[in-house]
């Protein structure tokens, strides 16, 4: 069993930085992918990065709303990853939500992943 645990959420002003952890315990596996995804209010959720947990530095996906501002990297000795947020925008505003899928391809769809953390809250104000 895997139980995934998220940090890092806060309040920051737009165009600043903020950086998340997700902790996975239990056992993962570099043949499996990490996700990173976001839900506001009244709106569906978002997959904003995600990436192969294999040794090679693995493939990544992010959608063209982060493409140069948000960055998927991970701890592999700590099983931890991280989603470094760069010029955050108040749209940025959401809970965030690490998850774990038992694939090998990045993906960007719910469904692939079983494993969730419980969110944590981002505000980016204006």
């Known amino acids: 069993q895997v139980q995934l645990g998220e940090s890092g959420g806060g309040l920051v002003r737009a165009g600043g930085s903020l950086r998340l952890s997700c902790a996975a315990s239990?056992?993962?596996?570099?043949?499996?992918?990490m996700g990173w995804f976001r839900q506001a209010p009244g709106k569906e959720r978002e997959c904003v990065a995600s990436?192969?947990?294999?040794?090679?530095?693995?493939?990544?996906y992010y959608p063209n709303s982060v493409k140069g501002r948000f960055t998927i990297s991970r701890d592999s000795a700590k099983n931890t990853v991280f989603l470094q947020m760069d010029s955050l925008k108040p749209e940025d505003t959401a809970v965030y939500y690490c998850?774990?899928?038992?694939?090998?391809?990045?993906?960007?769809?719910?469904?692939?992943?079983?494993?969730w953390g419980q969110g944590t809250q981002v505000t980016v104000s204006s």
């Open positions: 998850a774990l899928g038992l694939t090998s391809v990045p993906s960007a769809h719910a469904e692939r992943y079983g494993y």
């Open positions: 990436m192969n947990l294999g040794r090679r530095g693995g493939d990544t």
């Open positions: 239990g056992r993962t596996s570099s043949s499996y992918i």
